[in-house]
């Protein structure tokens, strides 16, 4: 398969060009173990990708992906909690001091969020994905009653939303609520416009996002 062939093209390139130049930090995180003190949570997506987005160096940032960067709310019930179980990775073990959420333009999970295409599809064939974008059906309504379910408008206006959702997930899990009122932990909000390469980021304040240059 010509697609596999090319990603040992750019391992190749890596081990010829990246980690020789950086032999020296990986010879330390081999023996030190990691300790970033950032984690970002953002989206599957190929266009986007965190390390390349924030250039970062390896090491410097723990991140978790999933579709729409999404956090589902804290959960005891039984069942394989993956987003979970590395939040509380990142934030007891690794002790990190900020948590960023990105969310990103022309999200597809978003738009089918806004949509409900998938709606009652079965497991394997949208379902899971459906059930899993359900974590924003109370933040539809207002963006469908302002913008309707489709077009730009409504597309940005529930990946907004879809950050401001996560951020308020995040503050269900009581191991985050006691590191950010001891003032140890930060949650931080932001989106990246691929169409221009912006990243905006949130204002707790007023709850606007700003664009950064």
Sequence with gaps: MPEFAQLLEGYRRFRTNGYQAQKDRYNSLAANGQSPKLMVIACSDSRVDPAQIFDVDPGEIFVVRNVAALVPPFETNPGL???????????????VRQIVVMGHGLCGGCKAALTQELSGSAPGEGGFVANWIGLLDQARKPVVDKFGETGPDAERSMELAAVKVSLENLLTFPNIVAR??????????????????????????????SPQT
Excluded at 180 to 205: E, N, P, Q, W
């Design 180 to 209: 950010v009122k001891s003032g140890d932990l930060v949650l931080r909000g932001t989106y990246f416009a691929i169409a221009d390469g912006v990243l905006h980021v949130l204002d707790t304040d007023t709850g606007e996002f």
């Design 81 to 95: 909690h993956g987003v979970s179980a590395a939040l509380e990775f990142a934030v007891n073990v690794l002790q």
